[in-house]
């Protein structure tokens, strides 16, 4: 039987495209991405005052599955990631976020415009491998924000481990991110697990920011000083594009690299004198 | 020995444009067509077979013929256009009684093409960005379209599986837009307001109408084995779509979205489940394996949606620019068998 053969690319022309918007194929705009940028760049200046460390072990180009700690009952460590490497790196970043994002009318809508990308093993490794682009996971999950005030700073564990065989299949390195001041922003300190569970929401919070500013609370972040520390990026020495990784090595390397993030956070936590001017 | 091919549902949209194109193929012998109703495109050569919704004639006609390769473009895809019983009659049963004539024992038939959908993907908050042909869909069809569909698919792998001598191809085709076909989304086009679920802006895929045949055509002359999905090249936002088509969108509600769409069927507004959902979460298939199999796509997502735009405001102005074909059996039969007629050598 013969095996048809690819036609050699240049043979094919660029077809007509006729697109009115700049919105791409995972529904990013970079339009919309530079007004939020100007809409969030005071609150990631002066209100956040967002201090990095270690910038320059981001990957300049390729693509890098980014890991970070997850606080705050509306997570506002992603936005201050995202923003603050794209405005000081000028490269762009893909947040993957929960499916439930997408069932969402209006927030699943802006926040796939502004880059967020649906948490699918498909997802991750086309952004990753085939288009090399930086990509930011939360390894706990909805368990990081969902975190009672009194438990802040504990990582929670991450997963089974699928960032790492996300970043082993894709064969980029994964560069832990350990954010301080996210879990001050919004605490929580209390849940209500009935409602939660009526409304179909990992959690149902009762934050500080509730109780101090009524409703508008829910909106409204106290004004935490963030400081964000990039870690050496981690290479895994495995072939990429396998069908299965060793299992007990992702567990490990998962592990390790949570203890290594928990390390970090207590060790800028010990030099951290207030939490509202770092 | 040149082929002898069958195509089903030669009525509908693809199946006439299908047998046109494979009329000037001089590689194909015979083309027989079977369908409930006649052609609606004029045809030269191919002979006209009227069936019943459930081709139970087809068996016949296969062992009579000794056809080698039958298109299978019967399949309803657009639930507004047949009875839900009919659409289970005329896809699953339909589809059963060719299999069964397919693989009967001393069958001649060694190339099955069948016309899918990617409604079999499904559309669901769940999905990935892009399907590739070999993920599952996330959960179970609800739809009665996408039931039949995936029911079809499920008997099609049986069938290649117990018949490893006939080349089995499954085409899934994205949405179809173009210069003649109406569907659904064609129709939701033209309303003074293009409806959208409140809050929702998902990102469709489409396949121009050219490229459809085209595709049907290049599987079938290279006798490619596989599933492979067919669709242009990127997605575009739902807004998009209707800001090309010079259109403004008016929201339905984000909850209870069913209830306002079946409101809205006496005005003639047709919004089936499966539209529904894909207006609230989009959908995307990944077109690489076709394309590495060596078909070039004419046009991509939005130059299909381009393409329609400009057919409707041609239509607009001077109506159908084609006329309308009315199939005369006497004439036919007079064309095809009649002494009288000249065979051009070089096929005309």
């Given at each position: 039987?013969?095996?048809?053969?690819?036609?050699p690319?240049?043979?094919?022309?660029?077809?007509?495209?006729?697109?009115?918007?700049?919105?791409?194929?995972?529904?990013?705009?970079?339009?919309?991405?530079?007004?939020?940028?100007?809409?969030?760049?005071?609150?990631?200046?002066?209100?956040?005052?967002?201090?990095?460390?270690?910038?320059?072990?981001?990957?300049?180009?390729?693509?890098?599955?980014?890991?970070?700690?997850?606080?705050?009952?509306?997570?506002?460590?992603?936005?201050?990631?995202?923003?603050?490497?794209?405005?000081?790196?000028?490269?762009?970043?893909?947040?993957?976020?929960?499916?439930?994002?997408?069932?969402?009318?209006?927030?699943?809508?802006l926040?796939?415009?502004?880059?967020?990308?649906?948490?699918?093993?498909?997802?991750?490794?086309?952004?990753?491998?085939?288009?090399?682009?930086?990509?930011?996971?939360?390894p706990?999950?909805?368990?990081?924000?969902?975190?009672?005030?009194?438990?802040?700073?504990?990582?929670?564990?991450f997963?089974?481990?699928?960032?790492?065989?996300?970043?082993?299949?894709?064969?980029?390195?994964?560069?832990?991110?350990?954010v301080?001041?996210?879990?001050?922003?919004?605490?929580?300190?209390?849940?209500?697990?009935?409602?939660?569970?009526?409304?179909?929401?990992?959690?149902?919070?009762?934050?500080?920011?509730?109780?101090?500013?009524?409703?508008?609370?829910?909106?409204?972040?106290?004004?935490?000083?963030?400081?964000?520390?990039?870690?050496?990026?981690?290479?895994?020495?495995?072939?990429?594009?396998?069908?299965?990784?060793?299992k007990?090595?992702?567990?490990?390397?998962?592990?390790?690299?949570?203890?290594?993030?928990?390390?970090?956070l207590y060790?800028?936590?010990?030099?951290?004198?207030?939490?509202?001017?770092? | 020995?040149?082929?002898?091919?069958?195509?089903?549902?030669?009525?509908?949209?693809?199946?006439?444009?299908?047998?046109?194109?494979?009329?000037?193929?001089?590689?194909?012998?015979?083309?027989?067509?079977?369908?409930?109703?006649?052609?609606?495109?004029?045809?030269?050569?191919?002979?006209?077979?009227?069936?019943?919704?459930?081709?139970?004639?087809?068996?016949?006609?296969?062992?009579?013929?000794?056809?080698?390769?039958?298109?299978?473009?019967?399949?309803?895809?657009?639930s507004?256009?047949?009875?839900?019983?009919?659409?289970?009659?005329q896809?699953?049963?339909?589809?059963?009684?060719?299999?069964a004539?397919?693989?009967?024992?001393?069958?001649?038939?060694?190339?099955?093409?069948?016309?899918?959908?990617?409604?079999?993907?499904?559309?669901?908050?769940?999905?990935?960005?892009?399907f590739?042909?070999?993920?599952?869909?996330?959960?179970?069809?609800?739809?009665?379209?996408?039931?039949?569909?995936?029911?079809?698919?499920?008997?099609?792998?049986?069938?290649?599986?117990?018949?490893?001598?006939?080349?089995?191809?499954?085409?899934?085709?994205?949405?179809?837009?173009?210069?003649?076909?109406?569907?659904?989304?064609?129709?939701?086009?033209?309303?003074?307001?293009?409806?959208?679920?409140?809050?929702?802006?998902?990102?469709?895929?489409?396949?121009?109408?050219?490229?459809?045949?085209?595709?049907?055509?290049?599987?079938?002359?290279?006798?490619?084995?596989?599933?492979?999905?067919?669709?242009?090249?990127?997605?575009?936002?739902?807004?998009?779509?209707?800001?090309?088509c010079?259109?403004?969108?008016?929201?339905?509600?984000?909850?209870?979205t069913?209830?306002?769409?079946?409101?809205?069927?006496?005005?003639?507004?047709?919004?089936?489940?499966?539209?529904?959902?894909?207006?609230?979460?989009?959908?995307?298939?990944?077109?690489?394996?076709?394309?590495?199999?060596?078909?070039?796509?004419?046009?991509?997502?939005?130059?299909?949606?381009?393409?329609?735009?400009?057919?409707?405001?041609?239509?607009?102005?001077?109506?159908?620019?084609?006329?309308?074909y009315?199939?005369?059996?006497?004439?036919?039969?007079?064309?095809?068998?009649?002494?009288?007629?000249?065979?051009?050598?070089?096929?005309?």
């Amino acid at each position: 039987m013969l095996v048809p053969l690819p036609r050699p690319t240049p043979e094919s022309p660029t077809l007509e495209d006729p697109r009115l918007s700049d919105v791409d194929e995972w529904g990013r705009s970079e339009h919309m991405r530079e007004l939020a940028r100007t809409l969030y760049d005071p609150v990631y200046r002066h209100w956040f005052r967002a201090e990095w460390e270690g910038l320059e072990k981001i990957p300049v180009e390729g693509g890098a599955l980014l890991v970070a700690n997850h606080a705050a009952a509306l997570p506002s460590d992603a936005p201050v990631i995202m923003h603050g490497i794209e405005t000081e790196l000028q490269r762009r970043v893909y947040g993957l976020a929960d499916h439930l994002f997408k069932a969402v009318p209006v927030v699943g809508t802006l926040w796939s415009r502004v880059g967020g990308v649906a948490a699918h093993p498909e997802n991750a490794y086309r952004l990753l491998r085939e288009q090399q682009q930086l990509v930011l996971v939360f390894p706990e999950g909805s368990k990081g924000p969902g975190k009672l005030y009194e438990e802040r700073y504990k990582l929670r564990r991450f997963g089974r481990g699928g960032f790492v065989e996300i970043a082993m299949r894709a064969g980029v390195p994964v560069v832990p991110i350990a954010v301080v001041g996210a879990e001050e922003s919004m605490p929580i300190v209390a849940k209500l697990p009935g409602l939660a569970r009526t409304l179909g929401l990992p959690y149902a919070p009762i934050t500080a920011n509730m109780l101090l500013l009524g409703p508008l609370g829910g909106l409204i972040y106290l004004p935490a000083k963030f400081r964000l520390r990039v870690l050496d990026p981690i290479r895994f020495d495995v072939p990429p594009d396998q069908d299965r990784y060793s299992k007990s090595r992702i567990m490990d390397e998962a592990e390790s690299i949570r203890v290594q993030l928990q390390e970090t956070l207590y060790d800028m936590l010990r030099n951290r004198r207030s939490v509202w001017f770092g | 020995m040149g082929r002898r091919v069958l195509i089903t549902g030669l009525q509908s949209f693809w199946g006439g444009r299908v047998a046109q194109a494979l009329e000037g193929n001089p590689d194909v012998d015979v083309i027989v067509g079977l369908d409930t109703d006649e052609p609606t495109l004029p045809l030269e050569r191919t002979e006209f077979v009227r069936a019943d919704q459930s081709y139970s004639i087809l068996s016949r006609i296969v062992r009579a013929t000794q056809v080698d390769t039958i298109l299978h473009t019967f399949l309803v895809v657009d639930s507004t256009r047949v009875s839900s019983r009919t659409l289970h009659e005329q896809n699953v049963i339909g589809t059963m009684n060719l299999l069964a004539a397919a693989g009967a024992s001393g069958s001649s038939v060694r190339h099955v093409v069948v016309k899918s959908s990617t409604l079999v993907y499904g559309s669901s908050w769940q999905d990935p960005v892009w399907f590739r042909e070999e993920l599952p869909r996330v959960a179970p069809a609800q739809s009665r379209v996408e039931r039949s569909l995936v029911e079809v698919e499920s008997y099609l792998r049986d069938f290649a599986e117990d018949n490893p001598h006939v080349t089995v191809t499954l085409l899934r085709f994205a949405n179809v837009l173009g210069t003649d076909i109406s569907t659904p989304i064609t129709r939701a086009l033209q309303l003074p307001l293009v409806p959208c679920v409140f809050g929702f802006d998902p990102m469709i895929q489409f396949v121009e109408e050219d490229d459809v045949v085209r595709a049907i055509e290049f599987v079938t002359n290279a006798g490619l084995p596989g599933v492979y999905n067919v669709a242009g090249d990127g997605r575009l936002p739902w807004s998009e779509v209707a800001a090309i088509c010079g259109k403004r969108l008016a929201p339905l509600p984000p909850t209870g979205t069913s209830l306002a769409a079946a409101a809205m069927a006496p005005l003639g507004v047709e919004l089936p489940p499966e539209l529904l959902d894909l207006l609230r979460y989009g959908r995307g298939v990944d077109n690489r394996r076709l394309k590495q199999a060596g078909f070039d796509y004419r046009y991509t997502s939005a130059g299909a949606v381009a393409s329609f735009a400009q057919a409707v405001r041609l239509r607009r102005t001077v109506g159908s620019p084609r006329p309308s074909y009315r199939y005369e059996q006497d004439v036919e039969q007079f064309f095809r068998h009649s002494p009288a007629v000249i065979r051009d050598p070089a096929g005309t």
